[in-house]
């Protein structure tokens, strides 16, 4: 739900997976009830990654898959979904439009995390997508622009 060019409510419904998650702005995060959080991994030696296009990510994804512990690709909303909830630590996307990012951007945000392009800026239609629990964020940014 967008208000004054602000998304102020969202949700992600995974029938499949038998999931729901939401967000209110300033209300917090939740998936099938229940409260969430980006989890408090501060090194990237420690984090769980994922992507959806290996083949189209910059080459500073390279560095960021050999230093983390766990590289999986896990699907477009999905893994930002999971950064939410702590159990992804970075999840990006090449390209989103605003139906994929706007949702997940609310709720990774109300759970503590953060959400730009690859290059640092505010997501866009058709622009890069990356989620982080806030902590690795300027980081993984960083690498993804070299």
Not at 30 to 49: K, N, Q
Request: overall charge negative; proline content about 3%.
């Amino acid at each position: 739900l967008v208000r004054d060019g602000e998304v102020v409510c969202s949700l992600v419904s995974a029938p499949a997976l038998g999931r729901r998650w939401w967000a209110t702005r300033g209300g917090g995060a939740f998936a099938d009830g229940s409260r969430v959080r980006v989890s408090a991994v501060s090194s990237l030696e420690s984090a769980s990654v994922s992507t959806t296009s290996a083949r189209r990510m910059p080459g500073g994804w390279k560095a960021i898959v050999q230093r983390a512990w766990s590289n999986r690709g896990l699907g477009d909303f999905w893994q930002h979904c999971l950064v939410a909830e702590g159990s992804l630590d970075v999840a990006c996307d090449s390209v989103m439009k605003l139906w994929d990012y706007a949702p997940v951007q609310l709720l990774v945000e109300e759970a503590g995390g953060r959400c730009t392009t690859y290059d640092g800026g505010e997501p866009a239609v058709d622009a890069s997508f990356v989620t982080t629990n806030g902590l690795l964020h300027d980081e993984v940014v960083s690498l993804l622009g070299a």
